[in-house]
């Protein structure tokens, strides 16, 4: 091998070293960590965000802990609505008040005992001897009359639930009928006087007043 050629290997050989470290160092550029981020303002870039400068109200409400939940209360059912016994009791009083001024001379008294139900055993006992006091007499009017009677107001005089008693006191309006065709009509108010039976209300004295024509 002659010293020219020997030269030239070496140059060449030299050149490839230079060219392989120029890579490496190339590469070694590439792969390396980049370097660490500059610390942001959380406040300041969520502002900017929004609007462009900082809003402090925005910068508490991102740093602040959330809000909790708001309690629910319980829903507590309304209670039932009491019953109004001054209402049921003039609707009774004014039921039995026409039922019991309504009749007629040939009817047998239907319209006083089929009441017991309603009254009170105080009262039953009086309708018992009443019908049979009058079916004692015997006296019976051969002409037919009537009677019809209808209820127009009823206004509670007394009501003590605690010591269960009541007084009602029912207008009504009553039409005479006579066999000849003539009638007569006029008012009149009966007291109702009632107790409660255990939870039954039951009617205790009927007593009516003075008829007022009615012109």
Do not use: C, H
Request: aromatic share 8%.
């Amino acid at each position: 091998m002659t010293r020219r050629t020997r030269n030239i290997i070496i140059v060449v050989v030299l050149l490839l070293l230079i060219a392989a470290l120029l890579a490496y160092l190339w590469w070694s550029s590439r792969t390396a960590a980049p370097a660490p981020l500059a610390p942001v303002d959380v406040n300041v870039s969520v502002n900017k965000s929004l609007g462009g400068s900082q809003d402090k109200t925005v910068a508490a409400n991102v740093n602040s802990p959330a809000p909790a939940e708001p309690k629910t209360e319980p829903v507590v059912p309304a209670a039932p609505a009491k019953p109004d016994t001054g209402a049921a009791l003039k609707r009774l009083a004014s039921a039995f008040a026409e039922r019991f001024g309504s009749f007629s001379n040939q009817s047998s008294y239907e319209n006083i005992l089929d009441l017991k139900s309603f009254m009170s055993p105080a009262m039953a006992k009086w309708a018992d001897d009443y019908v049979a006091g009058a079916l004692a007499k015997g006296q019976v009017n051969p002409e037919y009359f009537g009677m019809v009677t209808r209820s127009v107001a009823a206004e509670v005089i007394k009501l003590d639930e605690t010591a269960g008693i009541a007084k009602i006191a029912v207008t009504t309006q009553r039409r005479e009928i006579a066999s000849n065709g003539d009638e007569k009509l006029y008012y009149q108010i009966i007291s109702i006087d009632l107790v409660k039976i255990v939870d039954t209300w039951k009617v205790d004295a009927a007593t009516w007043g003075d008829k007022v024509n009615s012109g």
